[in-house]
């Protein structure tokens, strides 16, 4: 399972597993983001690499940057 892109907007997820792609949701929990995959929450930064991104929104503007681990 990977994690290819953060939705911090939405709230989701797009993540890769099986060669298939799916769109979960998140949740933050004591200031770390969790998605809930097959009912189960899992930490977002465990599953992330150096190529996924996030979408944010910074003083009115929507931006899509490079995740800092």
Do not use: A
Not at 13 to 40: A, D
Request: charged letters at 25%.
């Amino acid at each position: 399972m990977l994690v290819m892109g953060i939705n911090r907007i939405l709230k989701l997820v797009q993540i890769t597993s099986g060669g298939k792609s799916y769109t979960c949701p998140t949740q933050e929990i004591n200031g770390e983001l969790f998605f809930i995959f097959k009912k189960s929450l899992h930490k977002v930064m465990d599953f992330t690499s150096e190529h996924t991104t996030e979408l944010i929104s910074v003083g009115g503007k929507i931006i899509d940057r490079k995740l800092n681990k």
